[in-house]
């Protein structure tokens, strides 16, 4: 691996092998989705908790401070919206040359395995990474479902990341699920885990984190879940002890509610 791509990677995955980003991507296809109508100011208290951003160019550009940032995940699929006919038919709508200028850390772009836009999707992701491996940019693929959460099960989430790591995607980012083993002992690559739509209570939350991290993942790629809640800081620095202090669903969910008491 040349110094470039190692380098990037360190940015992202820390010491322990271990990373928390904070997806705010999500206005690219849901608009100004609940608790990010200004994505500016929900990150900035979250941000020293996280080790990077996965964000589209706009935001980044325009509410992001770059003398105060994280590592940048540039989310470079896209083209689809939530009144569209069909969220599958992604392309890139960001150039390797815009994420360079950028100083993206990493790149990440959805596939969608099953859709009737796998092929393309697919294609999406190869054509990334061999133009991304050019400039030793990693790739990260979002094994992505639509509208279709039903989807999210091991059987299924073990053949997309398995797909996308034979493609070439450096990290893979997909659904927690039931038996979450059998998705990470197929995937060469390290699997971060993605939250989906805000759960009923905080401890479904920890306890997911909890056992994906104890099934092989190596971090999260967590949104909703950390910035629609009603104390996002107390979320984020749980989380936090998860994935880098070796913490409990039941320990996590302790901090939680005393930084909650505190006013956090
Ligand atoms: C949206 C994404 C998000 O980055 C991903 O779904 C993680 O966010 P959340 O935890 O809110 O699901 O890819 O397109």
Redesign the pocket.
């Known amino acids: 691996m040349d110094w470039g791509m190692k380098n990037r990677l360190a940015q992202l995955i820390q010491p322990d092998g271990h990373c928390f980003f904070l ?1 705010i ?2 206005g ?2 849901q608009g100004p989705t609940r608790k990010l109508e200004k994505p500016g100011e929900t990150v900035k208290p979250l941000l020293p908790y996280c080790d990077a951003l ?1 964000v589209t160019r706009g935001v980044l550009r325009s509410c992001i401070d770059p003398t105060n940032s994280k590592p940048i995940i540039l ?1 470079v699929s896209g083209g689809t919206s939530m009144v569209g006919k069909d969220l599958a038919h992604e392309g890139v709508t960001t150039s390797v040359r815009e994420a360079i200028r950028l100083n993206a850390a990493a790149v ?1 772009v ?1 596939i969608f395995v099953g859709s009737d836009y796998e092929h393309e999707t697919l294609m999406n992701l190869a054509n990334l990474v061999n133009e991304c491996e050019d400039y030793g940019i990693p790739v990260m693929a ?1 094994t ?1 479902v639509g509208k279709e959460l039903e989807k999210r099960e091991a059987r299924y989430l073990a053949l997309c990341c398995r797909i996308a790591a034979e493609l070439g995607a450096r990290v893979v ?1 997909t659904y927690w699920c039931e038996d979450f083993d059998k998705v990470v002992n197929g995937c060469p690559v390290p699997v971060v885990m ?4 805000k759960c009923e209570t905080e401890l479904e939350v920890f306890e997911f984190v909890y056992d994906g991290m104890q099934k092989g993942a190596i971090g999260v ?5 950390v910035w629609q809640n009603d104390h996002p800081v107390a979320m984020a620095r749980a989380l936090r002890a998860i994935i880098h202090e070796n913490a409990t669903a039941k320990e996590a969910y302790d901090l939680f509610n005393s930084l909650k008491g505190s006013g956090q």
Do not use: C, Q, T
């Open positions: 997806p991507d999500h690219y296809f996965f989310r990440g959805s979002v992505a980012k993605a939250g989906g739509p790629n967590l949104g909703r879940n």
